[in-house]
C-alpha cells in the first residue's frame, strides 16, 4: 500500500481511484477482441480490476519473480493490457513494452538486452500466435524463467493467466511502492542503435500530466484509446491520463473506423486518442457532429514534421491537441486554436497547458548546436540516451549533455520564432509505429539473394512504407518469416493485385 505522503505510482493512482468509487466502471475491451483475440469482450469496475490485479501480483510472486525483476509483455489493446501493468508494479516488478509488432528476432534482442526474468504474452493477436513467439524467443533468452499467456490452447509450458486472474487470494504486503525506482521500459530505435530506456512511476505521471492537462482532460473521463500501449507515449497517454481522471478507460485496435466510431457513440466517449492521421480523417469525415458527447480529440504524431503541413481540424466545437512523439524520447502537446490550424511551438520551457503560464512545468524545447530538436524535463530520461562508450578502448566518451538530442532535424523561425522541425532523424525509419535502422534494410535484403530489393518510400501519413523486390516474392515472404522479421518487412514482397509479375508494390 502507498503511504499517504509517498510519491504517487500508478498502481498509487489506481488505489486512490478504487477508494472513492469502487462499484465505478474502469475498463473497457474493445468491441472486436473475440476477433482479435478468440476471447469475448469484458468490461471491469474498479473493485473487479483490483481484485484482478491482486490475483495476478500474487501469481507472480509465487512464481519466484524477485523485486525489481523484469517482466515483458507483448500484448494487444485489450484490458488485459492495464490488469497486467498494475499486478506486475504491484508485486514489484517492472514491465517492459514490446510492440505488437515485433516478431522473434526483435523480441528475442530485447529480453536479452534488459535481462527479462519473464514474458507474457496472448494466445492470438489477430491471426498471429504470439504465445508461439513468446516460448521460441524465451527459449533463446537464458535470463527467462517464466511464460504467461492469455487465451485458450496455450502452449505446453506457458502459465494460464486468465486462471490465475481468477484465483481468490490474499495479497501479500509488498511494502511501500517507490515512484523513484523504475517502472516502465520502452525500446527506442537510434542511429546507434536500439537503446532500452527505463522510466520512474514519476518519469511516467510527468508524461501523462503534459497530455492530460494540454488536452483538458475532464475528471471522471469517458476515455476512448485506439492507441497502442506498447510504447512511452502510448502509456502516458491513455492508461496514465484514465488514472490522473479517475473516469473510465475504453480500448479499440486501430483498424476499423466504423466500429470506432460506433463504440464512441455509444459509450458517449468525452475524450478520444488516436494516432494523428486517423483522427484527422475522423475529423474531416464528420464525426463530432456525430457524436455529440466527444469533447477532446488527442493526435498522436510518430512523423511529428508533419504538424505544420497537415490539415486544419473541422471538428469544432470539439478540440483537437496535437501531441508530438520524439520516438521514446519524450513528447509535447499544443492544443489547437479556434481555426483548427496547429499552434507554434517556441523555443524554451513549457507548461501543460501552455497557455497558461502558471501551469504545470512539463519540459523544455531547445535547438542543439548541430540543429536538431532536443527535449528536457520532468519525463526525459538522460542517463538511457548518454553517449556510448567505446566498442574497444579509445578515448573517453564526451560528457553526456543536459538535454536528449532527439535527432529530428529543427530550425528556428527568424520571424516568430518557432520551431520549425523538417526531417526524421538521419538513418531511422518508422513505419507507422515502428522504427528501424535504414541499413538493417539492406542486411536483410542480402539474405534473399542476389537481386532482391527492400527500400522505404516516403508516406505521408506513416513517415514511409516498405517496398520490396525479389525474384520469387512467396519464397522471399517466406524467408523473412523464418528470419522473425516484422510483418512490414516481409508483406513489402506481396505481390501487386494488379499485376502479379511487378513485385514492387509498396506496403
Not at 256 to 270: F, K
Not at 320 to 332: H, I, K, N, P
Not at 414 to 435: D, E
Not at 486 to 494: D, K, Q, W, Y
Request: hydrophobic share 45%; aromatic share 6%; with cysteine.
Amino acid at each position: 500500500m502507498t503511504q499517504p505522503n509517498a510519491s504517487p505510482t500508478l498502481d498509487g493512482l489506481f488505489r486512490r481511484i478504487l477508494a472513492r468509487q469502487p462499484d465505478a466502471i474502469a475498463l473497457i475491451d474493445p468491441a472486436d477482441k473475440q476477433r482479435i483475440t478468440g476471447q469475448p469482450p469484458a468490461r471491469l469496475t474498479y473493485a473487479q480490476a483490483d481484485k484482478a490485479i491482486s490475483a495476478l501480483a500474487a501469481h507472480f510472486t509465487a512464481a519466484g519473480l524477485p523485486q525489481n525483476a523484469v517482466i515483458a509483455l507483448q500484448l494487444p489493446n485489450t484490458i488485459e493490457f492495464p490488469l497486467t501493468v498494475l499486478a506486475a508494479h504491484r508485486a514489484g516488478l517492472v514491465v517492459a513494452l514490446l510492440p505488437q509488432l515485433w516478431r522473434q528476432a526483435d523480441v528475442t534482442a530485447a529480453l536479452n538486452r534488459t535481462g527479462a526474468r519473464a514474458i507474457v504474452s496472448s494466445r492470438w493477436i489477430d491471426g498471429v500466435s504470439h504465445a508461439d513467439i513468446a516460448m521460441n524467443a524465451a527459449a533463446e533468452a537464458f535470463s527467462i524463467r517464466y511464460v504467461g499467456g492469455y487465451g485458450d490452447d496455450l502452449p505446453e509450458g506457458m502459465a494460464s493467466l486468465d486462471v490465475a486472474m481468477t484465483e481468490d487470494v490474499v495479497e501479500p504486503d509488498h511494502g511501500v511502492q517507490d515512484a523513484r525506482r523504475a517502472a516502465i521500459i520502452s525500446f527506442d530505435t537510434t542511429p546507434e542503435g536500439v537503446r532500452a530506456i527505463p522510466r520512474t512511476h514519476l518519469h511516467m505521471i510527468a508524461g501523462g500530466l503534459a497530455v492530460f492537462l494540454e488536452s483538458r482532460v475532464p475528471q471522471g473521463a469517458m476515455l476512448m484509446s485506439a492507441q497502442t500501449l506498447s510504447s512511452f507515449a502510448g502509456l502516458a497517454s491513455s492508461m496514465v491520463a484514465w488514472l490522473l481522471s479517475g473516469g473510465t478507460l475504453a480500448l479499440h485496435h486501430p483498424f476499423d473506423e466504423e466500429l470506432l466510431e460506433s463504440e464512441i457513440r455509444e459509450l458517449g466517449c468525452d475524450t478520444l486518442v488516436a494516432p494523428a492521421p486517423l483522427a484527422l480523417r475522423l475529423g474531416e469525415a464528420g464525426l463530432p457532429a456525430r457524436a455529440p458527447t466527444l469533447r477532446s480529440v488527442i493526435g498522436m504524431w510518430r512523423a511529428p514534421e508533419q504538424v505544420a503541413a497537415s490539415a486544419a481540424w473541422t471538428g469544432a466545437p470539439t478540440s483537437f491537441t496535437d501531441v508530438y512523439l520524439f520516438g521514446e524520447a519524450g513528447l509535447f502537446g499544443a492544443r489547437r486554436g479556434a481555426d483548427g490550424s496547429a499552434v507554434p511551438i517556441l523555443s524554451g520551457p513549457y507548461t501543460a497547458p501552455r497557455d497558461q503560464p502558471g501551469g504545470t512545468s512539463a519540459g523544455e524545447v531547445l535547438i542543439t548546436p548541430k540543429g536538431t530538436l532536443g527535449l528536457r524535463g520532468p519525463m526525459v530520461t538522460l542517463a538511457a540516451y548518454a553517449p556510448l562508450p567505446p566498442l574497444h578502448g579509445g578515448t573517453r566518451p564526451t560528457p553526456a549533455p543536459d538535454f536528449v538530442d532527439t535527432g529530428f532535424a529543427a530550425r528556428l523561425d527568424r520571424t516568430t520564432g518557432a520551431i520549425c522541425i523538417t526531417a526524421p532523424p538521419s538513418g531511422v525509419m518508422s513505419v507507422g509505429g515502428y522504427r528501424f535502422l535504414a541499413q538493417d534494410l539492406q542486411e536483410w535484403a542480402k539474405r534473399l539473394g542476389q537481386g532482391a530489393l527492400l527500400t522505404a518510400l516516403p508516406d505521408r501519413w506513416s513517415g514511409y512504407r516498405l517496398a520490396g523486390r525479389a525474384q520469387d516474392n512467396a519464397r522471399a515472404r517466406e524467408a523473412l518469416s523464418e528470419l522473425g522479421l516484422n510483418p512490414l518487412m516481409v508483406e513489402a514482397f506481396r505481390d501487386s493485385p494488379a499485376r502479379a509479375e511487378d513485385s514492387s508494390h509498396p506496403h
